[in-house]
């Protein structure tokens, strides 16, 4: 007897990804914005300065899944690449124990 095929439901299905301010605390934001200045000084774009936080939410509710702070916009961006790859790849459980999610929300299966 063989078991008919089920879809592999994904974690996209459940979650969204997006980036926001940082709202780390205001040494390290200090911090930031020192080596923005400096950065730009040197001829950079002073990106650096501004903190940024990958937030993974709930589609249904908006509710906070994971939120992991870049040290700058750079490295944030990268982490919403990766982010939404695994979220198209992974299902709901395999997001969650390989990113260390939380989802007090349980959803039909």
Known sequence: MTTPDIPRQHASENYDVDLENATDGALK????WVVGIVDAVLGGDGSDAMGATAVV???DN???ILRITGNNIDEAEGLVALIR????EMTREEFLRTWGGKDGVETAS
Do not use: N, S, V
């Open 29 to 32: 934001a200090a911090g930031r």
């Open 57 to 59: 939410r709930r589609i």
């Open 62 to 64: 908006d509710a906070e």
């Open 85 to 88: 790859k695994d979220l198209e």
